[in-house]
């Protein structure tokens, strides 16, 4: 079975300082991982994935994840955070059956 | 036109009424889904489609009613909702993969719907 935890609901950075957002998984097969950002009312956007291959990723905007087997985690990460960060993130993982496992969300506040 | 399209992005409709939102894609892709998200809860999956047809249906009331008619066109026919179906309703579509995981969802903007 595949699930997503997504430890804190909610992340406060200062502007300019790292922001990390942990993401964990399970899941049965090699995973596909993914990172979505949602702004107020819009839809969810893509930041990043991971498949197979390099497993330091690097996305939009200047995020990146590591994958980690031994950990299973997907952390993301940006060195230094912007006020157009803030929004909430969302790690997911796909499984078989055409169908993706989504973490609660993280939401991001920066701090001016 | 690009991506996954939806409309209207807003709808407030009374709990008699009848009413249907509309998703389209552009991507090429074979598979669609809606999706269901409310205020302090994660996001629901509702209902999966794989080549127009329905693989999956997550225990959704029968008065969310959808309608695959082609790969691009997805709708959820809605009628006599409660207050609790207020949420934003998202569309998205990814490509399925042959045995194994599917690939990235592109989600469309959703539709903000309010029921009185």
């Known amino acids: 079975a595949q699930s997503v935890t997504q430890l804190g609901s909610h992340v406060s950075v200062s502007e300019g300082a790292l922001v990390l957002l942990r993401c964990n998984y399970s899941?049965?097969?090699?995973?596909?991982l993914f990172w979505y950002v949602q702004y107020p009312n819009q839809g969810l956007q893509l930041l990043l994935k991971y498949t197979t291959g390099a497993t330091l990723v690097k996305g939009i905007n200047g995020f990146e994840a590591e994958f980690k087997k031994s950990e299973t985690s997907f952390h993301l990460t940006k060195p230094s955070a912007h006020m157009s960060d803030a929004a909430e993130y969302f790690c997911a993982v796909s499984a078989v059956g055409n169908q993706f496992y989504f973490g609660t969300g993280t939401s991001l506040t920066v701090i001016p | 036109e690009t991506g996954v399209t939806q409309t209207p992005r807003h709808l407030v409709m009374g709990m008699t009424n009848k009413k249907s939102l509309k998703c389209e894609q552009h991507l090429g892709h074979n598979a669609m889904y809606w999706y269901k998200q409310s205020a302090k809860k994660p996001l629901e999956l509702m209902f999966v489609y794989n080549f127009k047809e329905q693989t999956e249906n997550n225990s959704v009331p029968s008065r969310f009613s959808p309608e695959c008619p082609n790969s691009s066109h997805l709708f959820l026919h809605l009628h006599t909702l409660q207050p609790e179906d207020s949420a934003l309703y998202l569309c998205?579509?990814?490509?399925?993969?042959?045995?194994?995981?599917?690939?990235?969802?592109?989600f469309g903007p959703g539709t903000r719907l309010t029921v009185l």
């Open positions: 899941s049965s097969v090699p995973p596909y």
């Open positions: 998205a579509s990814s490509q399925p993969r042959a045995g194994g995981s599917t690939d990235t969802q592109y």
